[in-house]
């Protein structure tokens, strides 16, 4: 219990006497209430006065008992106090002694008092007391401190019919103890001396989680079983708690129970009555074994109802959209719903695992679209449709997420007239098509225009890439545009970069005047060696440019000669713009050109290529190998040159080497130059690529060997006899474009006289087993970077152009760190993320100009090119890629198209002040008034009841165009 004292003084005008008082007061002490006594001395009288009283402190009226005592007088009282909520009370009750008899009536505050007694026998008074002892907090619980928790029903309880007389019971009993509802007077009176809970009633109450040692929790227990007085399947709250306690006992036939639905996976947690979930819950499932032991509910139907939620709590997370909550009265009215389908539970899980928010969302489109009616998958007709289109789906070889990309499939081939089954069979095969293209995420649109492209061209490839040039949905005109530009290009089918070329005279009518000169700059590209992939489109670009300086040059057949051999030089010449390199415009205007190697350049060249004509004459010794004297000869009559723009070795397919100087014309790097000169040298006679590799080979043993007499294989033999002479070889590179030497990141001032000394090799800033070093493997990551302002066609390009490039590399390493902290490391997870974003950036551009200035004024940043130097527009995209209205590329467009469509018939109605503050504010947090906020945007996104926004039907989905002005209207 709890205890206080202090001390006080009374006026007494029956004695006309001041008596000062030592007060002692205890709370709790024996599982009583109140207990107070005092001891004070009557001065005028010099004799001693003391009072004791107990007294119950549950609900605002408190009875009492007590006596007094002043010198030769005792008396008994008996009363009551009624307390208001600020703790002021009124005190009414009778007195009586052997000699007389009377009332009392007295008004305070637990500092101050004033009342009086009338008695028989003229022995009445009136009394003033002040008592500095303030027992406000202890005297008794406040009402609102009685039960301070929320305690309104949830869970199971509130979707049981069976359940409302106890729920509705239970309900207004808590909201009167809550808002101060009192027990009985006799209930009070009997709290006086015990507050009635036996040592069994309190182990049944303490393993429901109630802190038996505080009187407050036992005090909450007595006024809610006093107010329990309506038959309401149990007859008192007493009985309530014994079947709670079977409740929290139950267990399913794996060992679950109520605490592990409540709390999966949360071994410390425990049930406790105070907490509403688990009260009500805990209600629940009482009532449901009270029920079956009473014959009015199924044999062991709470351990049923248990096992159906354990069983399906987990695997409804994917619908929920995220864990189940058994505190969210949606989650559990969900739950619920599939729980108690006709359906065997094998059958629910099944589905449950299968589908999430994507598949339930493209489910309900093509029941829709094939049934012409809404689906409700928490019915037991709805979840039979669902599971058939699920079941078409089965063990048919593919990832779930191609499963979820055929169903999308097979609504687009629904729309176009097909049935079911030749719906989702179409939609397999066109998915396995789409997959040998590396395209596994598309959106129905896009497969949409395949099929409408295909159907006036027939060929599936081209009609996949022109559809992913297009990007937007095709219509009616616009297809005649395209199979005009079809007609227009077909001659030119044979060419890799037909699809453009087809995309380009789509675009503008007169691209074809240009095509030859295409045609001319891939015969110079393909003859350097130049590699080029016509699925990117910057290679297309870097095409078209050098075709329009092609056909600038006209007949200027030496600047065309010069740009040639430049690419010969550099084959990364062909990614880059004269605008931006000084050295490669000079070349084409014929202002630096190589030059023959010399001075001591050339000493270190004539003494390599003297060993290496050692080395094929040794060659030509051997038994089975063509004689090769009159090739070696031809040697004296080759030019080897150099330039500033010579990064690579190469050779011209006639009598011209070109050698990089730095790397190779040095005494230290005189063997690199060997092989280099065994290669071009074979190159010119003829040989090919992959056989002078292995004579390079060849050539390192020999040296290695000390020149001895040199063995090969009979298959090396073969194929040098039978290369040898030959013309036009293709080899033009010692080192194939994929393995081309990279090492040199900026053109330097070329100079003779200092090129005896080699700069040191120069590779990328990252170790190859960093994060950094494996995004740049990436051609979705690589794409940030291409053509700002160098193009970064590859990890060794961006080591070139970017890599002392210190605010390239930070924003490569920052990129890094959110692959370590955000997707734990999961590069490829990243990635997926970022092609996402990638492709919200292009559609955000394509996108209408209404569209994008809603995008501005809501996001504060404009529509704009996505690359490494706009990272803060990047986190933009992916914060909305990753937001939990987020539902795809094709479904976020369709929105903001909405939202301006809206915004606009808003501008223009002549109510608009009116929908403004009378509608869209008060319902649905918009504020049109000074423009459109993401917080504007958030609710216009908002497609789940009960705030179906302007933008939304009931059933979720976007309205139409004629839709959304016929609601503004």
Do not use: C
Not at 462 to 472: D, E, F, K, R, T
Not at 488 to 513: C, G, M, P, W
Request: aromatic share 10%.
């Amino acid at each position: 219990g709890q205890m206080a004292a202090g001390f006080g003084v009374t006026y007494d005008t029956s004695r006309d006497s001041v008596v000062p008082y030592f007060v002692m007061q205890t709370r709790g002490l024996g599982g009583n209430g109140i207990i107070r006594g005092s001891l004070g001395w009557d001065i005028n009288n010099n004799e001693p006065v003391f009072q004791l009283m107990m007294q119950n402190t549950a609900g605002m009226i408190n009875p009492y008992v007590g006596m007094d005592s002043n010198g030769d007088t005792s008396n008994l009282n008996v009363g009551a106090r009624a307390y208001d909520a600020h703790d002021r009370y009124v005190d009414a009750g009778v007195i009586g002694s052997s000699e007389h008899q009377g009332g009392k009536l007295e008004f305070g505050n637990g500092l101050m008092s004033a009342g009086g007694q009338f008695t028989t026998g003229n022995n009445s008074n009136l009394s003033l007391n002040f008592t500095p002892l303030n027992w406000r907090q202890n005297r008794r619980q406040q009402p609102e401190e009685l039960i301070s928790e929320n305690t309104q029903p949830t869970g199971s309880i509130l979707f049981d019919s069976r359940m409302d007389s106890v729920r509705d019971v239970l309900d207004e009993v808590i909201k009167q103890t809550t808002h101060g509802a009192r027990p009985g007077f006799w209930a009070s009176f009997k709290g006086l001396f015990s507050d009635g809970i036996n040592s069994e009633l309190e182990g049944k109450l303490s393993s429901l989680g109630m802190d038996i040692d505080k009187k407050e929790e036992k005090e909450k227990f007595v006024v809610r079983d006093s107010l329990f007085k309506k038959q309401a399947v149990f007859k008192n709250f007493r009985e309530l708690t014994d079947y709670m306690v079977k409740a929290k006992a139950l267990e399913t036939d794996h060992g679950f129970t109520i605490k592990d639905y409540l709390y999966f996976g949360n071994q410390e947690a425990e049930l406790d009555i105070d907490n509403a979930v688990d009260f009500w819950e805990l209600t629940y499932f009482a009532a449901l074994i009270k029920l079956s032991e009473e014959g009015k509910a199924p044999q062991n139907e709470a351990k049923n109802v248990l096992t159906k939620y354990i069983r399906i709590r987990g695997e409804i997370s994917d619908i929920l959209g995220g864990q189940f909550n058994p505190a969210d009265d949606s989650h559990v009215r969900v739950l619920r719903a599939f729980a108690f389908l006709a359906v065997s539970m094998d059958k629910i899980e099944g589905f449950l695992r299968q589908v999430n928010k994507d598949f339930l969302s493209a489910i309900v489109k093509l029941v829709e679209a094939s049934e012409k009616k809404k689906l409700d998958v928490t019915s037991s007709d709805g979840l039979q449709s669902a599971l058939d289109w699920m079941q078409k789906i089965e063990n048919n070889g593919y990832e779930r997420e191609d499963d979820l990309q055929i169903l999308r499939n097979a609504l687009v081939f629904i729309k176009r007239g097909e049935n079911k089954e030749e719906a989702i069979e179409k939609a397999k095969n066109i998915h396995k098509q789409m997959l040998e293209k590396g395209k596994r995420r598309y959106s129905e649109n896009m497969l949409a225009n395949i099929l409408d492209i295909q159907a006036i061209n027939a060929d599936f490839d081209l009609s996949v890439n022109l559809a992913y040039l297009l990007q937007y949905r095709l219509t009616e005109d616009n297809l005649g545009k395209l199979k005009n530009a079809l007609e227009e290009t077909k001659e030119y089918k044979d060419k890799a970069y037909y699809k453009h070329i087809v995309y380009s005279q789509y675009n503008d009518a007169r691209f074809k005047l240009i095509i030859p000169y295409i045609i001319r700059a891939d015969e110079i590209a393909r003859a350097a060696q130049v590699e080029v992939d016509y699925d990117k489109q910057k290679d297309f670009d870097n095409l078209i440019y050098w075709a329009r300086l092609i056909q600038a040059l006209g007949k200027d057949t030496p600047a065309i000669d010069r740009l040639k051999v430049a690419l010969l030089e550099d084959r990364k010449n062909f990614s880059k713009r004269l605008g931006r390199d000084e050295a490669l415009l000079n070349r084409i205007l014929g202002k630096e050109n190589p030059a023959e190697i010399k001075d001591t350049q050339k000493q270190i060249l004539d003494g390599t290529l003297d060993e290496v004509k050692e080395f094929y004459a040794a060659l030509s010794k051997v038994k089975g190998v063509n004689n090769l004297t009159g090739y070696i000869g031809k040697v004296v009559g080759y030019k080897f040159m150099t330039s500033d723009l010579t990064r690579e070795p190469a050779n011209d397919g006639n009598k011209t080497i070109y050698i990089p100087s730095r790397g190779y014309l040095s005494f230290r790097n005189q063997k690199k130059l060997a092989k280099v000169l065994v290669h071009e040298i074979g190159a010119l006679w003829g040989l090919s690529h992959q056989t002078n590799l292995e004579l390079e080979k060849v050539f390192g043993q020999w040296k290695d060997s000390k020149k001895a007499a040199i063995s090969i294989s009979d298959g090396l033999k073969a194929k040098f006899n039978q290369e040898i002479g030959k013309e036009n070889t293709p080899d033009r590179h010692k080192v194939a474009y994929a393995e081309r030497d990279t090492s040199y990141r900026n053109r330097g001032q070329f100079d003779r006289t200092n090129a005896l000394e080699t700069q040191e090799e120069i590779t990328g800033p990252f170790d190859e087993n960093s994060t950094e070093y494996k995004l740049l493997e990436y051609d979705a990551f690589l794409e940030l970077f291409d053509g700002h302002p160098e193009a970064a066609g590859s990890h060794d390009e961006w080591n070139q152009n970017y890599g002392e490039n210190l605010e390239a590399k930070a924003f490569v390493e920052n990129q890094a760190a959110a692959v370590g902290s955000l997707y734990g490391g999961d590069i490829d997870a990243y990635i997926a993320d970022l092609t996402t974003v990638e492709e919200l950036s292009v559609a955000l551009n394509t996108m209408s100009q209404d569209a994008q200035d809603i995008f501005e004024s809501a996001y504060g940043q404009p529509v704009q090119d996505l690359t490494w130097q706009t990272a803060d527009y990047m986190k933009l995209l992916f914060d909305i890629t990753k937001g939990p209205q987020w539902t795809g590329v094709d479904d976020y467009i369709a929105f903001l198209e909405a939202v301006a469509l809206f915004y606009n018939e808003w501008l223009v109605n002549p109510q608009r002040d009116d929908i403004n503050s009378l509608i869209l504010t008060p319902i649905y947090t918009i504020d049109l008034s000074n423009g459109i906020g993401i917080e504007d945007l958030t609710g216009f996104g908002n497609a789940t009841a009960p705030e179906y926004n302007p933008l939304y039907k009931e059933d979720g989905s976007l309205k139409t165009d004629s839709e959304i002005q016929s609601t503004v209207d």
